[in-house]
């Protein structure tokens, strides 16, 4: 009988047993750095959504989680709420990143040149036998890399590109302040770095597919090394604590102006820790298509265009939690509704009966 | 004892929350948003309640986490487990040794007494919700005491049934001001809202916390001509033979015999102790 079973005690101590013995598995237990070095995009992905970058500890939390991505990111989110918050770092530069992969699609040729990088693109999705087989690839050549300007900032220089206002003021903090409506652009940002990027994946394709079209291009997509620096007021100036790895994505989008802006380029901006272009891709088309009352654009009921309605579901902590909340036992309010549905039957029947 | 600071929470976070708890028994009913922590347990599964039982607990505190009016549910072995984990606090399962009882889905039989506390774990705070799916909206709703979508709703229940189909976390009006929802507790426990005790109402992902301070008139909504009732299944319970407690409904076998037992399980063993 599946009650709220006596025995409940006893109940949760053996599925925790059974966890662990399924969870450890069969041959050598993973090294958290094979599971950081090989499977480096699933950590990215867990460090992304858990806002915390930490790749070793990405790993464990995957390890486990037994490879579940949105339990490892409850991990690592369980554990950050505990740590202390001790300042905000200064604006990442990523004009001046170290890039390993950098490709524009609205210019041929940019200054610094096309990357490709480490990419699936243009692999044939084939799969390999003789990797699994253990072949080791050829070594590549390292070469330091140049210094690669953002292709913002040439079409900014034209004026064509529409600029963004700079503010110095620390953008507040939404895992230590409730979400108020309407969000400013900096807390929408947040919220969509943090974002599950199956939802935002399926937010952007819609908004392309026509559901609040932005007319999208990707004017730059980056990925590399940044160094985090902090302003130390007692010395004054700052220095650098960390260098991280981040994906950075700025589409350029056709405006035709509006009553209060003439017509210009503007930009849709994505950003996540670690290497994870898909995530910034389509965090780009929901910032752009997020922008529609800031630009003076209309609402067309698009759900991308929804700030409310994509930042209140956006978050695959806060849906996966209260999705499975519903297999807890609810007996009480299903006995409320069967007692209650009984005796609306029982009134039509009688209703039925007197009118025969 | 753990590494974690008493009861889990930083002091700065429970400072925090306690605001937001003062300021919700300061305006009964009134939604207060609050800075809701990721909590190392699932939203959904009661964290708006174990962070306002955190912001209460004192380490002298004897604390009673019931679910479905059960002790021994799975949900609230868990809670209790933590609690008992990370403040080490003495828990019981008695209703009236208790001084601060977290609960998901029902209110007590055992009335409560003004030294108590009752902190209630929230899904959705938002009586409206199912009505206005926008916060924005809902909350303006609020401020101008606009409530006649509710009364609408109530009334084509009429209409279509017979009767108002609500048959849990049915909506109430709280000090003469806001409309609230009681969590999805039967609405055979709302008579019980009306309490000696201080209720605490805490919704982790919708990050707000609302309160009924003790004696606070809270009146279930109706029309004159449909008066609310307080219903409840039928039957009488098979261990104890309570006619007036809340009842679950067993399924004994496999020809359908149906079955009911108290669902406040402390209730029914005081009753046969």
């Not at chain 1, 390993?100 to 490709?116: H, M």
């Not at chain 1, 007021?233 to 991280?244: N, Q, R, T």
């Not at chain 2, 017979?162 to 507790?185: E, K």
Request: aromatic content about 8%.
């Amino acid at each position: 009988m599946y009650v709220a079973a006596k025995g409940g005690e006893e109940a949760i101590a053996a599925a925790h047993s059974w966890l662990a013995e399924e969870r450890r598995g069969r041959g050598a237990l993973l090294d958290v750095d094979q599971i950081a070095s090989q499977l480096a995009l699933v950590v990215a992905r867990v460090m992304s959504e858990g806002s915390l970058y930490d790749p070793e500890l990405a790993a464990l939390a995957l390890r486990q989680a037994r490879g579940d991505l949105i339990e490892a990111v409850f991990l690592i989110r369980a554990y950050r709420t505990t740590l202390p918050r001790l300042g905000a770092s200064r604006p990442i530069d990523t004009g001046a990143m170290a890039c390993d992969r950098r490709v524009s699609a609205t210019f041929k040729d940019i200054p610094g040149g096309q990357v490709l990088g480490p990419t699936f693109d243009y692999t044939h999705r084939l799969i390999d036998f003789a990797e699994a087989a253990g072949a080791d690839p050829a070594a590549l050549a390292e070469a330091a890399p140049p210094l690669r300007p953002r292709v913002s900032d040439h079409l900014g220089r034209e004026g064509l590109l529409r600029d963004e206002p700079r503010g110095d003021t620390s953008p507040p903090d939404l895992t230590r302040e409730p979400l108020a409506l309407p969000a400013c652009r900096a807390l929408r940002l947040q919220a969509l770095a943090r974002a599950d990027e199956g939802f935002l994946l399926g937010l952007a394709y819609s908004t392309q597919r026509g559901y609040g079209r932005t007319h999208a291009f990707v004017g730059e997509l980056r990925l590399g090394a940044v160094e985090v620096e902090i302003d130390l007021p007692e010395l004054g100036f700052s220095v650098a604590f960390a260098e991280i790895s981040v994906t950075e994505c700025e589409t350029v989008n056709q405006f035709t102006g509006s009553k209060t802006e003439p017509p210009q380029f503007t930009r849709g901006y994505g950003l996540t820790l670690g290497a994870c272009e898909r995530k910034a891709i389509s965090m780009s088309l929901v910032d752009r298509a997020l922008q529609w009352r800031e630009l003076g654009e209309d609402f067309v009921g698009a759900p991308a265009q929804d700030e409310e309605f994509v930042l209140a579901h956006a978050d695959n902590i806060q849906a996966t939690g209260f999705l499975e909340h519903i297999k807890l036992p609810h007996y009480v309010d299903f006995q409320a509704e069967l007692e209650l549905i009984r005796r609306l039957r029982r009134a039509a029947a009688q209703t039925r009966e007197a009118a025969e | 004892m753990t590494d974690y600071n008493f009861a889990y929470l930083d002091e700065p976070t429970k400072k925090m929350i306690r605001r937001a708890i003062l300021k919700g028994l300061a305006v009964p009913g009134y939604q207060v948003p609050f800075a809701s922590r990721e909590m190392p347990m699932p939203c959904g599964w009661g964290t708006g309640g174990v962070q306002v039982t955190a912001a209460c607990l004192m380490p002298k505190d004897v604390l009673k986490v019931i679910d479905q009016g059960a002790d021994d549910t799975t949900n609230a072995v868990s809670i209790r487990a933590f609690f008992a984990r990370v403040a080490g606090v003495a828990t019981t399962t008695r209703t009236a040794k208790a001084s601060i009882i977290q609960t998901r889905h029902r209110i007590p039989e055992t009335p409560l007494r003004e030294d108590q506390i009752l902190v209630y774990q929230v899904p959705i705070p938002e009586p409206l919700r199912f009505l206005e799916p926008r916060e924005t909206e809902t909350r303006r709703m609020h401020a101008l005491e606009e409530y006649g979508l509710m009364h609408v709703k109530l009334y084509e229940d009429i209409a279509r049934h017979g009767a108002i189909a609500t048959s849990y976390a049915y909506p109430a009006m709280v000090n003469d001001r806001y409309v609230f929802d009681p969590s999805p507790i039967p609405r055979f426990d709302n008579p019980k809202l009306e309490s000696p005790a201080i209720q605490l109402f805490g919704a982790g992902r919708e990050q707000r916390i609302y309160a009924i301070p003790p004696h606070t008139r809270v009146v279930s909504l109706d029309f004159e001509d449909h008066p609310f009732e307080a219903s409840k299944a039928d039957g009488v319970c098979a261990l104890c033979g309570a006619e007036d407690s809340y009842l679950d409904e067993i399924v004994a076998d496999d020809a359908g015999t149906r079955r009911f037992q108290c669902s406040d399980t402390d209730w029914c063993a005081e009753r046969r102790a």
